[in-house]
């Protein structure tokens, strides 16, 4: 765990399980039955949250960090300051691969990304544990074009 991972502080790990445990008991998975939770805090300090929505048609199923990436910007939030994953399993649940990139357009190789049990347990990494040598919105500044 970095520097900037062991600075969310207990009130805010309070805050993002308590909206991310709300935001599960909401989840529709009649299908899979694996209920998540995410939850954000944005630049201002606001808390978003998501659920998982599965869809019969598979792969047109929202996971729950895309929810709360979606509760974000319509609220007119634009950074992610911290972001937790609730869902019970024997193994650490994180992100999907497509969320990591979702979540990369929008926070810092060091925003602390929680890791959490409904028992509270939880571990905090860092988006540049989950996603290395990642791709985004920085790669795109145009002001070298020819």
């Avoid at 989840?27 to 939850?39: E, K, Q």
């Avoid at 598979?58 to 609730?86: D, H, N, T, W």
Wanted: hydrophobic share 40%; aromatic share 4%; glycine share 8%.
């Amino acid at each position: 765990m970095n520097r900037r991972a062991a600075l969310l502080d207990d009130a805010a790990l309070a805050r993002l399980l308590s909206a991310a445990r709300q935001a599960r008991a909401h989840a529709h998975a009649p299908y899979s039955g694996f209920a998540v939770g995410a939850s954000l805090l944005d630049e201002q300090g606001q808390c978003h949250a998501g659920c998982n929505v599965e869809n019969a048609a598979y792969p047109q199923g929202l996971c729950a960090e895309a929810g709360a990436i979606s509760a974000m910007v319509l609220a007119g939030g634009r950074r992610i300051q911290a972001l937790l994953v609730l869902a019970q399993s024997p193994a650490w649940v994180s992100p999907c691969g497509g969320c990591r990139q979702k979540i990369r357009e929008f926070a810092r190789d060091d925003t602390p990304i929680v890791l959490a049990r409904p028992d509270g347990t939880s571990q905090c990494l860092t988006l540049a544990d989950l996603l290395p040598h990642s791709f985004g919105p920085d790669h795109l500044k145009l002001g070298d074009r020819p």
